[in-house]
């Protein structure tokens, strides 16, 4: 456990880690509260098909999801960045 915290980069990598999983989750949770709020208790045209719409998204293969999102990555210029997988 000594080589492993203080001779390797894994304490590095597991502060990496935690703080892409709790800011993507944060952020996710954050957007999904304030979506949800508003889909369902402000009445708009186009409500119920919109609350359908991103349920059918679900059904979309996260692979196929990931291209357009690395196209967007590369042209933001945030390739290879902690902003990048967090997004």
Do not use: H, K
Request: a positive charge.
């Amino acid at each position: 456990i000594r080589y492993l915290l203080f001779e390797t980069s894994y304490p590095g990598w597991l502060w990496n880690t935690m703080l892409v999983a709790f800011a993507s989750t944060f952020l996710s949770l954050f957007a999904s509260v304030l979506a949800a709020y508003a889909i369902e208790r402000i009445r708009f045209t186009g409500a119920r098909t919109t609350g359908l719409l991103i349920f059918l998204a679900y059904l979309v293969p996260p692979s196929i999801l990931f291209i357009p999102l690395a196209f967007i990555v590369f042209q933001v210029g945030i390739f290879d960045s902690r902003l990048a997988l967090i997004l």
